[in-house]
Structures are given as C-alpha cells and as structure tokens.
C-alpha cells in the first residue's frame, strides 16, 4: 500500500506530552504519513516543540494559530491534509507501533467501508460486552445498524470507541466535507452524527491500539465534572434522535433519548452538589431537560412520555424512582 494517511493532532498547551505523541506517530511501522500538528495558540512551549519535529522529518507539517478549540484545531488540520486517509490522535495521547498498519489494513479489506476504528487503552472504562469479545480479535465489518448498537448504551465501552473521533481511520473522501463544530463541547458527538449520516459500513478492531492519556485538565476530568459547557451534549443527542426518527429508525431514536435522560439526570444531581453557581446551574439544566424533552418527545412510548415530562417540572421526582 501507498497510500498516503494525514495524521491530525490539535496541540494547546501539552508541552509534557506532546513530544510522546509525536514520537509514536513518526515510528509507525507504516511510515507514508503526513503528520500535521496544528499549534492552536499555545501559550507554553508546545509550538516549538512542534517546529523542531517539522525541522527534523519531512512528514510533519506545523500550523501555528490564534486559540479557536479542539473543533477549530481539527478543521484547519482538514484544510491543508493531502492523504487518502485520515487519522485524529490528540496531543496528550499516543499510539501503539502498528495503529496504522492495521486499520489501513482493515479498512482495505472491503470496498465498501468507510472507517476503521479500535479498542482504546482507558481504564476506566468497562470492558467490552460478552457479545462483542465473542467474536475474538478479528477485524468485525459493521454495517450502520450494527454500528448504531455500540452507541446504544452511554455507559458502555462500546459507545466511548464508537463516538469519539481519535480512534479512526477514515477514508478522505468519506469525510470530505465535513467539519468539526467550534464552540461547541463534545464535539465527537455532533461529528459521529455526520457520520450516521451517510455511512454504509465500517471495520471495528478490538484490539487497544489507541493509548488515551487521563487527564484531569481536560473537559472530562475531575476538575471539570460540572460545567456548564457540558450541555452541548444534548444538542448532539437532540441531532442524533431527530436523524434517527427521520430515517424511521425509531429504536435507535427512543435508546438515544433515555441515554440523554440518563445524563441529564446525572448532570442535575453533579449541579446541586456543585461548587459553582448551584442556582445557575440547576436552573441551565432545567431549561436544558425541558428543550431536549420537547425535542425528543415525539419518538417516546406514551409511558415514557409521561414519565418523563414529569421531570420537566421536578427532576428529582425521576431519582426517587
């Protein structure tokens, strides 16, 4: 194979990882790559770390920004990536040696499919389901109903791998077009609809060839359990159910919207313990559980509409039960 894979990785502030990151990128065993660190206004010396790699090996290309986000990161990566492929790895994780060799291997098996993706090295995460670590360590192509099964169950390992864009090989055209949404939080969310959009298949690899890095800085650390940015995830959700009811899949819409109920509740409970602004909080999820309510209602059973319209009014009527 010759095909060229662009390699996006939005830096901002990840001097003490950044280095690694690369690292495990420029040795790939598969080594036609195109590695572009995006520079997204770091204020530490993460930017210089990324021009001394561009200055040391040809395959690295460095953007240097004004800070936009991770969206906005990832978009200018886009725009100026010139492989066939492309792969999403962020600054403050890294890969295992053969990562690429097998998706591109993957992915090359069968004309049809549209991305590969792995198992990610996280321990906080459950393990696979019983189902899923049946069929063993082959490469398992997906179709979209299949693929819609690992995003049914938030709390699943499945849903993680499945929903994030840094595990996955993509073919370029597949994604042509397609761009990451800027200011909004949980921006896999948003972009793996895009994908639902106009997939026919995919090829899931089970094997934790993707190293993710805990953070607790970051938006899913500890230190940012609330805030409120974190609403931005409904409106994902809100997308997905809509998408799916419109393409008249109705299971898929109703597990989507309990899922967002799941976490809506949760977020209700993290806001009342809170130390921030309790009242603000409380009162943005509020008005958040009431506008994802009417957006999903209309794909709810009449006893889960019921049920879950009481939450509308007192959420906490729903934890009592």
């Not at 403050?92 to 053969?98: L, N, Q, R, V």
């Not at 060799?101 to 393990?127: G, H, N, W, Y």
Request: aromatic share 10%; glycine share 6%; hydrophobic share 35%.
């Amino acid at each position: 194979m010759s095909e060229t894979v662009s390699v996006i990785v939005p830096v901002y502030n990840s001097e003490k990882y950044v280095g690694e990151c690369v690292d495990s990128i420029l040795s790939q065993t598969y080594e036609d790559l195109e590695v572009i660190l995006t520079d997204d206004g770091s204020k530490d010396t993460s930017g210089k770390i990324c021009d001394e790699y561009a200055a040391s090996d040809k395959r690295v290309r460095v953007i240097h920004k004004q800070n936009g986000g991770l969206s906005s990161a990832r978009n200018a990566g886009l725009e100026i990536a010139t492989g066939e492929y492309v792969l999403f790895v962020d600054s403050d994780d890294s890969i295992e040696p053969d990562t690429v060799e097998k998706l591109i291997t993957a992915i090359c098996r069968d004309p049809e499919v549209s991305f590969a993706f792995c198992d990610i090295q996280d321990t906080r995460r459950p393990e696979l389901t019983d189902v899923v670590k049946a069929r063993g360590n082959d490469a398992r192509v997906m179709d979209r109903k299949a693929y819609q099964g690992f995003l049914s169950d938030h709390q699943s390992r499945e849903y993680v791998v499945a929903v994030v864009a840094w595990n996955k090989l993509f073919k370029r055209h597949f994604i042509d077009g397609l761009l990451f949404p800027v200011g909004k939080w949980h921006e896999d969310e948003f972009f793996v609809n895009a994908i639902l959009s106009r997939m026919n298949s995919c090829v899931f690899l089970p094997e934790r060839l993707y190293r993710y890095r805990e953070n607790e800085e970051g938006i899913t650390g500890a230190k940012n359990r609330f805030d409120v940015r974190h609403l931005d995830v409904f409106d994902a959700y809100s997308e997905r159910v809509q998408g799916a009811a419109a393409s008249g899949d109705r299971e898929f819409a109703e597990k989507t919207s309990r899922n967002g109920f799941d976490k809506l509740l949760a977020f209700y409970v993290d806001a009342k313990g809170s130390d921030a602004d309790t009242d603000n909080a409380v009162r943005l999820v509020k008005k958040k559980y009431a506008a994802f309510y009417k957006a999903v209602c209309g794909v709810l059973s009449p006893k889960r509409k019921l049920k879950f319209l009481a939450g509308v009014i007192r959420p906490e009527l729903l934890l009592r039960r």
